[in-house]
């Protein structure tokens, strides 16, 4: 490409400033611009791409299938009916069952939509109190996961493939002598199932011990309450409850929460606003790192996490005068105790004790959940904001320890045996364990999981895990809420689950996971089993309050505890180094899921990679920018990863994310040199000593690596695209997010347009123009979508619905870093705000907006995309010749492509494309090189509502609330409505009836369907 | 100077000029109707694994289609019986029979008969019988008369353009629900007929594009 | 001795001569044997029409992922060459028709040249519309073709009336050069020795005998096509221009720009006539019938037009403050300003500034000259449709999805590979067609004008002499 060097050299040089001078005018000062835009990236030449393409067949790999678009002219197709066909299948109609998903032991209650016995999509259970009906990233990718060809499909003895009988056989012999030492490691389950077995397996080896271990668990929290309290317990909040909530470094919205969809809906629907009347909840949030929940709150302080414990007692000391409880910290103070958020936090908790919660993020360590438990008893939130929870499932010990312990006697060679149940600690475990050359120590090493991972590889046995979906379980939620996991199709690999797993150590035959979990439910329904087991299938939950609320006083121990920690506070000199688990991967379990791989990570819009989040400041102290690779240097370990600059993160520090950098795991975890999954393996600088954060040596390398993010410009330019407000300006103006008031003059055209027709803006065209004039078909019911700013925190779960429900391919890194995504829905994330430091960050989900006077429909030469009577924009892609004229007219630039034959190519190079053909949905079509696609409001599922309801009622027009979109669906908060418009009292038309209702450039007279809920925020006037 | 061309190429270019007009009309039409399902696809008769015979159980002994084709009434597809529905009749009947031997394969072993699909639409396009028949649109009218095929063979094009013809004037093709399975149904009176159970059943057919293709 | 004094025009053809060496000069480059440059030329044509083959080949195979396209951008080279080339292609039947209708008779030295240039780089256009689609094997959808969908193309999309515009201008202006060419033909095929020579022009010339008869059918047919071709020549690119004004993208949406394209068109097809004038005079040793006058005339049309465009530029800067829109001002600030500002100040220095130079006569007539700058000329032109084209798309409406475009090596070859097709065709034509119009050249010659004038210049009545023999007939 030596034509265009020139071209791409002069690029850098005038973008550093001259750019943004240009658009100064636009109100912005230049210090902000350098942040508020990342360099346009420098596209790779195709001639390049020889390899990398390769690559990225191997990337789609887990993620696309062909379900549809026959190739020749008349294929014979072949229709294989049942030979005894099964009752109340009707061939074509899907079956919806609840079950319910694992995550971290916590189970949050689905339902699958079954097509002749293949799950094809899991929606929330609406009975579920830990779902709502609602889900998270991780539920709506669990479908990909099952069928994900890269899960281990059959048991290896010592690396080579062998039988699940002849796994039952060596259970049988090896596991016959209860006298050897033998240790085993599990991942979280609360399944009543499981605990039984668990204390079989215990009560029938002599010298066993056993290890819940979680990478990144609640543990922090229950030691933290064992501390003040003298109990092992679980915090569970009601932020219903909750007029003032402080996030102490706690991302409890987030996906990654084990109650995270509970908490989010509880604090976003206390967000809610109707009209002026309504109030709202005022959130603080002091973190390091810019999380969802930190970017949802009203008041953000950066504070590094070494100095949140000196925070904390700061804030638990001033406290201390004024509640009674806390008198340890009476007297005490430190650096922060003349804070200015120290005083106002307190003022704001005494004035709202009671109704106020104070939360503290699992990854700090036990001591300061301690305090923070102590706070909140001292300001009476027990019962009414925070109850602690009695959890039998829970180990009565500090399993960080406990595993340590375990460690160390393995290295002693005095365990004989170690049995690990779905957990990876070779990968997780801190690395100064040295866990892998423990393992070597031990004779027979065991190990169930889901994929040959590092611990498999370094096990005598390895046993593929069933998924969850594949295998009868039960457990409780995090609040405590029994389920039973109701299997959807039968194991696609043979595998066995956690229970059948451990069944087969104990009795040396392999377990029938059903009976299992029937025998724990016939101890629970000593009466009428039959009938109440029906509704448990039927529901998915039977008893909601299995965990009983204790009533909790400070123990004695508590004092000495905190007197000991307050002396000695945690200070990191010079650049500390932060761990977390990623916010799309969490701990490295999900890396081979390329719908995760490609999620936008909610704050950076990174995909494919984890990167060294670092403050704008930090980074010019170590001369380095986006994509510049620094070596890090922590705990005598070291690695290298690319740089990124983040506006609002605190200075000093660097946040890196877990579970990337993957070797032999699957082709999509698996990171490549090029442009593929890439990554670095980031658990090496993480210490048994200091889980979370770590002194450490950073440097510049002078090396570069590529980032693929989906958003390359992070300022709104003084636009109005997305319009906010606070409360009390609120109060004041409730029209303050109309065109307006934002720009001081009306929209042009539209007062012409009042003489001639009403409420219609001028107009060319006469149809369309509704609900003004009605000149749509009445019979037809007509779709609209409104979606709340002020609810929505950025998870991106509706983007993997989106992607689950309509067929949408993984592209790899190289073609997001092309900027090519196909994310039907994407979700903006700019940055508001005058100091770089101190940006808010605001959320904004952009879908098609199916504008009544559509620009793409004018342009289409072949008529592809029109107008449908009941007022979609419709995208048809069968007639589609890929112009891309559309693309270029939509000021939204929500249209999508395929460049490339994405779901061919993958089908010429998967092992066996079968399997991942399952996941598709068959109500939509796959899309086929050289088409343009879009939202479509999901059509299929209008459409199928229309028809249902024309055979039941006759009527043409669904009932309210029958059509969910994927997004709204899958949303926690609710943000979005969807429904039809000529129903007044619709969701749809109560939501667009809000004052903050706006439309995105309605000074263009598109018309568009879907409409935005301005954003309002209630900060407190004391740091105003 | 010597003539290089006879006299009748003076006619030529003239010939060529009305040639070419002509060839391009050609081109033209026959592409529209060679490249139609029309021509195409009608006709297509696959042979059965199992050489079941409309024409003798449905016009000699009777069974009305929905006796197998059990859902369609509630389903987008009308489904192939499973191998149990024939055996209602069949483990009595024709028991010895070479050409059931399939059958009752299948309902020894559970494994299903391979049936060769005959109406075959792009997968593109998402046609829901259950939306048809539930307002009066009958079997015979896209799958012709069943009745008298000894092999089921494709009668209509099924092409967009024979969709639309409908979709744009149901009244002329509608019938009473009950009536939907008869076959040969003839009315003089179509038209008002049709009209009314158009307005009875509010038949708004449509003629959008995502009616059928997403 | 009148007051006003009759200037002479300077003769269009310079030299002595006569019809007789005029038809030696133009047609003995057909009837020659071929000399070797000519196949040298040939190959490297050749060559690079095969790159354009294997270019197009490989998109076919893989989709138009290959070029640097991505979501914001959706337009790139493709385009961009498709509006330049149609862009070059106005000058032919601008020369051959308008010119001729305004009676301009220096048209006729270069004339026949010019249309040759015009079809063939229409020819180079159309390939683009075609393949740069993502479906190329269902691109005869845009045809209205009645068929089994019972569904027409969309009338409103101005792709759409780009398909008619471009096809019916490539239609006329070959009818347009094709009637011109019959003359010429005839008169090579008598003066042809052999035999294929004589049926092959014999076929194409269509039997013409130059009767009285044939040349009364000749002068009207070319009337009434040039009259035809007139509108055509401003309706063409104005249609292209819709494909951008008729959009809402900022910078595309604006209306002007069909003034504002065809005279860019114009501009840019002189440069390129020009830029081939300068050589193939030189090298067939046409000096006397394309001279330096002609190229100073041509010279005045690239200053008019190139400063029209710069007007143009600066009007759109001026309507975009003075609209008040937002997002126009910000685009035309980003396109000054942004990332892609080396490509915006490379169009205003090629088409702006570089014309500018003609206001000196003696720079005017200067060949060397006029050949650079007739290539910067096309260079500023080029670059004149990727801003248009690009930077619009690239930092449009929302800045979350604003994107950076540059081309791969295939939208390169792609591009370089028309020109393989383009001289292919022109070096066909040079070798076996007379590059300049004989029968109308001739007719400007001093000889063919009517003396009606004394050696002082006093018009003279002519005298009429009826024989008798048809003076009964009046």
Redesign the interface.
Known sequence: ?K??EP??H??SE??EN??W???S??AQNKEYQKFTERE????A???T?GVSRRGFLRVMGASIALAGLAACRRPVQKILPYSNQPEDVVAGNPLFYATAMPFQGNLIGLVAENHEGRPTKLEGNTLHPASHGRTNIFNQAAILELYDPDRSRSPLKNGTQVSIEDFAEFAASHFSNTNQRVAFISEANSSPTYQNLKNQVLNKFNNASWVTYEPFGEDNAIEGNRIAFGRRLRTLYNFDNADVIVSLNDDFMGSHHPNGIDYARQVALRRKLNDTNDTMNRIYAVEDSFTPTGSFADHRLRLKASELEGFTYALASALSGRISGLSTFSGYSNEFSDHQWISTLADELIANAGRSALTVGFEHNPKLHAVVSAINVALGNVGSTVSYLEVPHIDNQDTHQALQNVVSQMKAGTIDTVVMVGTNPVFTAAADLDFENALSNVDTVVNLSSYVDETSKKAHWHVNKAHFLEAWGDGYSFAGARSVIQPQIQPLHKGLSEIEFLSTILTGNLGNGYELVQQTFNGYYSSGFEKRWRKILHDGIDTTDNFNAVSVSLASSFNSAMNAAKENLPNTSGIEVVLRPDPTLYDGRYANLGWLQELPDPMTKITWDNVAVMSPTTAESLGVSNEDVVEINSNGKSIKIAAWLQPGHVDNSITLTVGYGREGIGRVANSYIDYTAGGVDTYPLRATSSTLFTDAQVSKTGEQYEIACV?????????D?YRQTTLEKYKENPEFATFKSVHGYGVPGMEEGHKLFGEAPISLFDEQEFPDKISYPEYEPQWGMAIDLNSCFGCGVCVIACQAENNIPVIGKK?VK????MHWI?N???FVGDDVNEPQAVH?P?PCMHCELA?CE??????ATTHSDDGINQMTYN???????C???C???VR??????YPKEYLTTGDDPDIIQMAMNPEVTVR?????EKCTYCVQRINRAKIETKIKTGSPKPEDKTVQTACQQACPTEAITFGDLTDKDSVVMQAKSNNRNYQM?EE?N?RPRTSYLAKVTNPNPALA | ?AQ??PKW??QV?RKILIGIIVLLNVV??G??YF????FTDVGYAPEQPVPYSHKLHVDQLGLDCQYCHTDVFESKVANIPATQTCMNCHSQIQTQSEDLALVRQSWETGEAIEWIKVHNLPDYAYFNHSAHVNVGVGCESCHGRVDKMEVVYQEE?L????C?DCHREPEKYVRPVEEVTTMGYQVENQLELGKELVDKKNIHAPTYCQGCHY | MSKYEYVPEPALVKGNHDFASLTRLVTDVNLRPTPKGWYVAMIGANALLLVLLVAIGYLFW??????????????GWAIINFVWWVGIGHAGTLISAILFLFRQDWRTAINRFAEAMTIFAVMCAMIFPGI?????W??Y??FP??????????F?????WD?FAVSTYFTVSFLFWYVGLVPDLATI??RATDKIR??VY??FS??WTGSNRHWWNYEKSYMILAGLATPLVLSVHTIVSF?FA????PGWHTTIFPPYFVAGAIFSGFAMVLTLMIVARKIYGMKDIMTDDHMEKMNIIILVTGSMVGFAYMMEFFVAWYSGV??EK?IF??R????Y??AYWTMMICNVLSPQFFWSKRLRRHVGFTFFISIVVNIGMWFERFVITVTS?AT???????????????D?LTYVGTFGLFFTMFLLFLRFLPMVAVAEIKAVLPQADPHNYDENYDYQEPVEEVPESQARLY
């Not at chain 1, 004018?858 to 008529?863: E, F, L, M």
């Open positions: 490409m034509d265009l071209t791409d002069q690029m005038v973008k001259t750019y001078k240009s658009l005018e636009l346009f990236p420098e596209n030449t195709e001639l791409d958003q390359d410009h992070h300022s709104l330019e003084g636009r695209m073609e092309r900027g090519r995504e994407r903006d994330r700019y904004q952009i620009p004018q342009v289409c030469p072949v008529a007639r589609c010749i890929g112009t891309r004229y693309a270029n007219n000021p939204y630039k999508r492509f395929n460049f490339f034959n086929f090189r050289g088409v343009m450039l263009l598109t | 100077m290089i061309f190429t003076n270019p033209v039409f592409i529209w490249f139609s399902p029309e094009p092409s967009m353009g024979w639309l | 893989e989709g138009t992922g290959i070029w640097g396209l991505n979501n914001p951008v959706g337009w740069h689609v993502g479906r190329i269902v691109i959808w845009v073709i009645p068929n089994q969908m019972d569904i027409w193309p969309n409103n999309s101005p792709l759409l398909v095929r008598d004589k049926v014999g076929i269509l039997g494909d008729v959009s809402v993208i937002e997002y910000a600030l980003l000054a300003t942004g990332p500002a080396w798309l449009d409406y929302l800045p979350s999805s604003w994107d950076y475009y540059s081309p791969t090596i295939w390169v």
